[in-house]
């Protein structure tokens, strides 16, 4: 079983940034693919980014360019670093892992950025 523990959301003004981080337990994380998605009020819970065990990494059409996705294997962690933040990015932030078929979620940090 591997837990997932997000930080680092919060209230930020429209322009600012702000970077979450996602902590794994085990033993697991340098071969987990890992993710964040999003849910915004009302609407279905969307990909944000994800980062492969080689470190290559996608992003959603919508935060290419703000947002970057990096992982330190050492430290079993998975950080997206978020700038020029807008409103529509406000969301509750997910952190997602992929190993094997088993599919692991974190509790979610809040992303609210203010007009």
């Known amino acids: 079983q591997v837990q997932l523990v997000e930080s680092g959301g919060g209230l930020v003004q429209a322009g600012g940034s702000l970077r979450l981080s996602c902590v794994a337990s085990?033993?697991?994380?340098?071969?987990?693919?890992m993710g964040w998605y999003r849910q915004a009020p009302g609407k279905q819970r969307e990909l944000v980014a994800t980062i492969r065990i080689s470190g290559s990494t996608d992003y959603a059409d919508s935060v290419k360019g703000r947002f970057t996705i990096s992982r330190d294997n050492a430290e079993n962690t998975v950080y997206l670093q978020m700038n020029s933040l807008k409103p529509e990015d406000t969301a509750v932030y997910y952190c997602n892992a992929v190993y094997g078929v088993r599919n692991y979620w974190g509790q979610g940090t809040p992303v609210t950025v203010s007009s």
């Open positions: 085990g033993s697991t994380f340098s071969v987990m693919v």
